[in-house]
């Protein structure tokens, strides 16, 4: 198990930028993949982002490519989302997820999930 903790969202104009962060403890981190969702009031869940703890490979949503960028910082246990050029229908919250590649691969979810962080992109 992988506990998951995300912090940074907020409240930020439209062309603007906004960083969130992922806390992860529970386990090494060796053999995860992580990812970011999010979802909007009347939504479903959406893939952002995510990137192979191992070697550090990234794959978006084309939705955010070019503005977004994920990020891991091995020391910390960390894992960054940096949003730029934000858009108001990027408006969500945002989840941090994490998987055992295996699990992964396998079954193509993740089954470690954070409380998620609310992100508002006012026009």
């Known amino acids: 198990q992988v506990q998951l903790v995300e912090s940074g969202g907020g409240l930020v104009q439209a062309g603007g930028s906004l960083g969130l962060s992922c806390a992860a403890s529970g386990r090494s981190l060796s053999n995860l993949v992580m990812g970011w969702f999010r979802q909007a009031p009347g939504t479903e869940r959406e893939f952002v982002a995510r990137i192979n703890w191992n070697d550090g490979s990234t794959y978006y949503a084309d939705s955010v490519k070019g503005r977004f960028t994920i990020s891991r910082d091995n020391a910390k246990k960390w894992v960054y989302l940096q949003m730029n050029s934000l858009k108001p229908e990027d408006t969500a919250v945002y989840y941090c997820?994490?998987?055992?590649?295996?699990?992964?691969?396998?079954?193509?979810?993740?089954?470690?999930w954070g409380q998620g962080t609310q992100v508002t992109v006012s026009s």
């Open positions: 997820a994490a998987a055992d590649y295996r699990y992964y691969s396998r079954y193509g979810r993740y089954d470690n």
